[in-house]
């Protein structure tokens, strides 16, 4: 367990890097845009300056790539993830990847975990006939099939040590696959400890898709875990309903003041969700590595610790 | 105002993101508390059945938070502290609002003995 007081910590930094906001996938129910294209050469280095700069002071480093779909990009993460490994040694560096695995082959992922990039999340949506609804690629077609192979592909490799969070989505039309499916993820990679379920309803984010989606009420969804889990598959199985996250209120990372989202255009944010807010632009990274921060905007981020409300240190952004 | 206001006014940011207090007294007792943190945590997770830091009830173990007691009975929380044993929350480690209060005090404190 960690105190927020590292909230304030100047030896501990959390970067979450777009290194593009396009995506390969359209999934029906995505909050983003995709307006924003790749990062730019120019701010690849100027963000590299930005760590090495900051890398003395140093003691934990932690690094998320997110996106739009981070892979599109390997390129640029194995170049910010090589440059931040040489200036770390043996300091704590977390690299951490929300993927959608269509292009996390093996070769690629023996040398993200190489380079610390160690844990990951890989969203599913179902049975391939439940997951090929939504979670389609930019020209319509089905993306289960490609995933999975990535990832039993991932369960062969014996002598790397990582984890997988296999986020699995469900809504109200597929709740009729759901144990199926999860007796699948149980058979495929319930004997790998390195392999975890976190069940989590689809909900309204934002952006032009809220409009169709259904959700689940919070007893329902109750409903459907406790269901799932009397199946008591060996792999583990995480609750992410609504219930469970407002019992367990982690402190999130828009609400510390060392965590920034940095978007592939160098504005830098606070929030990976509420991407079109202009109060979710805090700021810009320079040519130089130095940061143009609008204070006034980083506070009302950070208020849940002058006003006490947890609500607000666990969601700054919708609460 | 709760009394566990990191008081944000007195929060800047430099040229390379870091956090800049500028309340001398503040700054120094999270310093201090950054310096205690790894205890504080030892001590957090070392059985005490009292919940230190994690679910906001006052620990009885008396070793390396001796005085949270009394930190939370200052407070005066107003909301319910039972945050479930999930992570800690800021305002709801003893130390930190002990440290925030001893701060604001001192500051106070000089502040009337200027002014008299």
């Given at each position: 367990?960690?105190?927020?007081?590292?909230?304030?910590?100047?030896?501990?930094?959390?970067?979450?890097?777009?290194?593009?906001?396009?995506?390969?996938?359209?999934?029906?129910?995505?909050?983003?845009?995709?307006?924003?294209?790749?990062?730019?050469?120019?701010?690849?280095?100027?963000?590299?300056?930005?760590?090495?700069?900051?890398?003395?002071?140093?003691?934990?480093?932690?690094?998320?790539?997110?996106?739009?779909?981070?892979?599109?990009?390997?390129?640029?993460?194995?170049?910010?993830?090589?440059?931040?490994?040489?200036?770390?040694?043996?300091?704590?560096?977390?690299?951490?990847?929300?993927?959608?695995?269509?292009?996390?082959?093996?070769?690629?992922?023996?040398?993200?975990?190489?380079?610390?990039?160690?844990?990951?999340?890989?969203?599913?949506?179902?049975?391939?006939?439940?997951?090929?609804?939504?979670?389609?690629?930019?020209?319509?077609?089905?993306?289960?099939?490609?995933?999975?192979?990535?990832?039993?592909?991932?369960?062969?490799?014996?002598?790397?040590?990582?984890?997988?969070?296999?986020?699995?989505?469900?809504?109200?039309?597929?709740?009729?696959?759901?144990?199926?499916?999860?007796?699948?993820?149980?058979?495929?990679?319930?004997?790998?400890?390195?392999?975890?379920?976190?069940?989590?309803?689809?909900?309204?984010?934002?952006?032009?898709?809220?409009?169709?989606?259904?959700?689940?009420?919070?007893?329902?969804?109750?409903?459907?875990?406790?269901?799932?889990?009397?199946?008591?598959?060996?792999?583990?199985?995480?609750?992410?309903?609504?219930?469970?996250?407002?019992?367990?209120?982690?402190?999130?990372?828009?609400?510390?003041?060392?965590?920034?989202?940095?978007?592939?255009?160098?504005?830098?944010?606070?929030c990976t969700v509420d991407l079109r807010s202009q109060k979710n632009l805090v700021g810009k990274i320079n040519d130089n590595g130095s940061l143009d921060l609008d204070v006034q905007k980083m506070k009302y981020w950070l208020r849940g610790h002058n006003n006490g409300k947890v609500e607000n240190l666990y969601c700054p952004a919708h609460t | 105002m709760s009394d566990f206001e990191l008081a944000l006014n007195d929060v800047e940011f430099d040229e390379l993101g870091r956090v800049r207090i500028t309340d001398p007294l503040i700054k120094t007792k999270l310093e201090e508390l950054f310096a205690a943190n790894s205890s504080v945590e030892a001590a957090s997770n070392s059985g005490c059945n009292s919940g230190c830091g994690n679910t906001g009830n006052a620990p009885t173990c008396g070793t390396a938070n001796a005085g949270c007691s009394e930190a939370?009975?200052?407070?005066?929380?107003?909301?319910?502290?039972?945050?479930?044993?999930?992570?800690?929350?800021?305002?709801?480690?003893?130390?930190?609002?002990?440290?925030?209060?001893?701060?604001?005090?001192?500051?106070?404190?000089?502040?009337?003995?200027?002014?008299?």
């Amino acid at each position: 367990m960690t105190f927020s007081i590292d909230a304030f910590d100047n030896k501990t930094l959390e970067l979450i890097i777009l290194p593009t906001e396009e995506c390969n996938f359209r999934c029906t129910y995505c909050y983003e845009d995709f307006a924003i294209g790749k990062m730019s050469p120019k701010i690849v280095e100027a963000l590299k300056r930005f760590i090495t700069k900051r890398a003395e002071e140093l003691s934990n480093v932690s690094i998320e790539w997110f996106g739009g779909e981070p892979m599109l990009e390997y390129g640029i993460v194995t170049d910010v993830m090589d440059h931040t490994q040489r200036l770390f040694g043996g300091k704590s560096l977390n690299g951490s990847m929300t993927t959608n695995a269509s292009l996390l082959d093996e070769k690629r992922f023996r040398k993200l975990v190489s380079l610390g990039v160690s844990s990951y999340q890989i969203s599913l949506d179902g049975l391939p006939i439940d997951h090929d609804m939504t979670r389609k690629n930019r020209g319509g077609n089905g993306t289960f099939d490609k995933i999975w192979q990535n990832l039993t592909q991932i369960c062969e490799i014996k002598d790397l040590d990582f984890s997988i969070l296999l986020r699995v989505h469900f809504s109200p039309e597929k709740l009729a696959n759901l144990p199926k499916f999860i007796v699948m993820l149980d058979e495929a990679f319930g004997h790998d400890e390195r392999f975890r379920i976190f069940l989590k309803p689809i909900g309204r984010y934002g952006g032009e898709n809220d409009g169709v989606i259904e959700e689940l009420s919070k007893i329902e969804e109750e409903q459907v875990f406790s269901q799932l889990l009397s199946l008591r598959p060996n792999i583990k199985m995480e609750d992410g309903t609504r219930g469970a996250t407002m019992k367990n209120m982690p402190v999130c990372y828009a609400a510390k003041a060392n965590a920034f989202v940095v978007r592939a255009n160098g504005l830098l944010s606070k929030c990976t969700v509420d991407l079109r807010s202009q109060k979710n632009l805090v700021g810009k990274i320079n040519d130089n590595g130095s940061l143009d921060l609008d204070v006034q905007k980083m506070k009302y981020w950070l208020r849940g610790h002058n006003n006490g409300k947890v609500e607000n240190l666990y969601c700054p952004a919708h609460t | 105002m709760s009394d566990f206001e990191l008081a944000l006014n007195d929060v800047e940011f430099d040229e390379l993101g870091r956090v800049r207090i500028t309340d001398p007294l503040i700054k120094t007792k999270l310093e201090e508390l950054f310096a205690a943190n790894s205890s504080v945590e030892a001590a957090s997770n070392s059985g005490c059945n009292s919940g230190c830091g994690n679910t906001g009830n006052a620990p009885t173990c008396g070793t390396a938070n001796a005085g949270c007691s009394e930190a939370f009975e200052l407070a005066d929380l107003d909301w319910e502290p039972d945050l479930g044993g999930g992570p800690g929350v800021l305002v709801n480690h003893p130390d930190f609002a002990k440290a925030i209060l001893d701060a604001k005090i001192a500051r106070d404190d000089k502040i009337t003995l200027s002014l008299d």
